[in-house]
């Protein structure tokens, strides 16, 4: 099994209140999320949200869920999601960001894909 680091950005979303895929895990893939920061980058706050959206299913069932949901975050500053902790996401799971105003955020994304 070989594992790569990588990094995703994007300034997001194109539609406010319209989720940008961030991140889809390839096939025959499970990513290891590392961390995301969203930056502001309006001159105002934006709310910004972050959704895990998957299909899987094994012995349990998995739903989409919500990392962050309309989180303030103030003009200028940065948000640090799973400072210390991990996400583990199998194929085909996406990773949707959203923002209150269009293209106000930038999104960092660091993963690691198992293959």
Known sequence: MANTFKVKTKNA???AGTPLTMYTVPSSTTSVVLGLIL???HT???TVSV???TDTSDTETNVSVYLAKSVSLPS???LELLSGGKVVCQTTDVLKIDCSVAQK???TLSIMEIT
Request: charged content about 5%; cysteine-free.
């Open 13 to 15: 979303p194109s539609s």
């Open 39 to 41: 930056t502001n980058i």
């Open 44 to 46: 105002t706050a934006v």
């Open 51 to 53: 959704q895990l959206v």
């Open 76 to 78: 200028g500053s940065s």
């Open 105 to 107: 955020i930038d999104a």
